[in-house]
């Protein structure tokens, strides 16, 4: 059995979550996507609290990928959040945003691994995948 690798991903717009779990899927079906709408919810997940209490269903990723552009708390709000927790400095996290978004600069300040252009494909995660040793193709 393959052992499961949880990504965290946050985004707000479940049209632009079909093409990322069809690419996790081509790659590797040992990728689990747990998928939060909100900064606030990621927060709870990664903080273990309420409905994202038990480990077991909400175990800690080894990735995040992160929409720039989300409801209350922005993206780089939440990355800016993650980057302060210790325990997350090094977390890779990964950018999901259209083409030409001006966060970008300002992900890449507070810490951003890499960036993934929406709708995301198979092959640019790969390559993202492979540059943080998550996936060897």
Request: charged share 25%; proline share 7%; glycine share 6%.
């Amino acid at each position: 059995m393959t052992q499961q690798k949880t990504v965290l991903v946050v985004e707000d717009d479940a049209p632009d979550l079909f093409p990322l779990k069809r690419a996790f899927r081509q790659l590797d079906p040992g990728f689990e996507l747990k998928v939060v709408e909100t900064g606030q919810d990621a927060v709870r997940y990664l903080q273990g609290e309420g409905a994202y209490c038990d480990r077991n269903q909400h175990p800690l990723p080894i990735l995040i990928i992160l929409d720039l552009r989300l409801p209350g708390m922005s993206g780089l709000d939440l990355l800016k959040w993650i980057r302060q927790q210790p325990q997350f400095t090094d977390l890779p996290t990964v950018a999901l945003t259209a083409f030409g978004n001006r966060d970008l600069p300002r992900a890449y300040d507070l810490g951003i691994n890499f960036y993934l252009l929406k709708p995301a494909e198979a092959h640019s995660l790969a390559e993202v995948l492979q540059a943080l040793d998550l996936y060897q193709g």
